[in-house]
C-alpha cells in the first residue's frame, strides 16, 4: 500500500470521519477505500470495516480456533522460546542466531514464542533508554531485518510488550511482521492453540507481577483449564525464569528469556535468566504421545556451551 495514502487514512480514521466523507477526501470509490482498510488489517493495524463505518479497534481480535500443521513421522523436534524483546537494547540477537543456526542442525521442524518477541513502546518514561529505535516503523523493520530464519516456520503469539504498540495506536506489530516474513506465523495475541499432527500444545504469554515461586503463574493457570481441553503441552512467557513440570497429562514449560537483564528489572528485583527449551515427543504408531524428553539450554553474558 502506499505509504502517504495509508498515512491520509489513518489520519481520517483518527478523526472519526465519516465514511462518505473519508472517500471524497481521498478521491476513491467506497469499495476502494473498504479494501485499503481490509489491507491494513493484514499488516496489523487495528481498524475495521463494521456496520457502513470506518472504526478503530482498541485492541486487537482474539484468535479462534486452532491452529493445525499436519505432522506425519515418528519423532517431533521443537525449540521453545520466549520475551525476545527485539529493540531493547538488551536484546540478544547473538543467541538467537545461535539458536536458530542450532535449530537446524538438530533437525527442529517448528519453533514457538510465547510473546514478547518486541520491546515496544511503553509509556514509562526511562524505556527511552532502553531501546535501540523509537517508531513503530523502525522497531518494525528491526525486527524484520534482523529476526533470524531457519529451514522451518516459527509461530508466536503476542507478549504485553508486544501490545504496548497498540496502546501507541500502531498496531498488531507481530502481525505486520509475519505480513513480512513467510517463515513466522503469528497466531494472536496473548494465547492460542495449536495442534502439531496429534500433539496439541499452548501458548500463553501472561500478565502482571511475577509470583512468590515461579510455578505459581503456571499452575494456577493450568488448574483453570478445563481436563477435556488441557494440551500435551503448555508454554508460558513474561516471567523470565525456566521452570518443567509434568502434571496429569500435560508438560509444562516456562520459557525464559533471551535478554539480558535491564536498568529497569535490576531496579525492581525481578529475576532475568536466558535459556530456551529443546523438546523431542516421541510418537507412537497411531502418531500420538508417546513421551516427551525436554533439553534445557541457559546461557550466561557471552554465548556458553549446554549445560546438563
Keep these: 500500500m502506499d505509504k502517504e ?53 482498541t485492541k486487537p481480535i482474539q484468535t479462534e480456533g486452532t491452529y493445525h500443521v499436519p505432522h506425519n513421522l515418528e519423532r517431533l523436534r521443537l525449540l521453545l522460546i520466549s520475551d525476545t524483546h527485539l529493540g531493547s537494547t538488551s536484546d540478544r540477537l547473538d543467541i ?25 513502546i511503553s509509556n514509562r518514561p526511562e524505556q527511552v533508554y532502553e531501546r535501540r529505535m523509537h517508531s513503530y516503523d523502525d522497531m518494525l523493520q528491526y ?9 522451518g516456520k516459527t509461530y508466536a503469539i503476542s507478549g504485553n510488550h508486544d501490545d504496548w504498540m497498540i496502546k501507541q495506536g500502531s498496531g498488531e506489530i507481530i502481525r505486520s511482521l509475519a505480513r513480512q516474513r513467510e517463515d513466522i506465523v503469528y497466531l494472536g495475541p496473548s494465547v492460542a492453540d495449536m495442534q502439531i499432527g496429534k500433539t496439541k500444545i499452548r501458548l500463553f504469554h501472561g500478565q502482571g507481577k511475577v509470583g512468590y515461586a515461579v510455578s505459581y503463574k503456571m499452575e494456577r493457570y493450568l488448574d483453570a483449564i478445563p481436563m477435556a481441553e488441557r494440551p500435551h503441552i503448555l508454554q508460558m512467557g513474561h ?24 536498568a529497569y528489572t535490576k531496579s525492581l528485583g525481578l529475576p532475568n535468566s536466558k535459556s530456551c527449551w529443546w523438546v523431542d515427543v516421541n510418537l507412537d504408531d497411531k502418531g500420538r504421545v508417546a513421551s516427551i524428553v525436554p533439553e534445557l539450554e541457559t546461557f550466561g553474558p557471552k554465548l556458553v556451551k549446554k549445560r546438563r
Design 96 to 120: 538467537l542466531r545461535y539458536v536458530y543456526d542450532k535449530a537446524d542442525k538438530r533437525g527442529v521442524q517448528h519453533i514457538l514464542h510465547s510473546g514478547d518477541l518486541f520491546e515496544g
Design 143 to 151: 525486527g524484520v531485518d534482523n529476526y533470524p530464519s531457519y529451514s
Design 239 to 262: 516471567i523470565h525464569r525456566a521452570f518443567y513440570a509434568h502434571r496429569d497429562e500435560t508438560h509444562c514449560f516456562q520459557t525464559s528469556a533471551l535478554q539480558d537483564e535491564t
Design 5 to 57: 495514502l495509508k498515512g491520509k487514512l489513518k489520519y481520517l480514521i483518527n478523526k472519526k470521519k465519516d465514511f462518505a466523507v473519508i472517500c471524497e477526501e481521498l478521491e476513491l470509490k467506497d469499495y476502494e477505500v473498504i479494501g485499503l482498510v481490509m489491507l491494513m488489517k493484514q499488516d496489523g493495524d487495528l481498524v475495521d470495516y463494521i456496520d457502513g463505518q470506518i472504526v478503530k479497534l
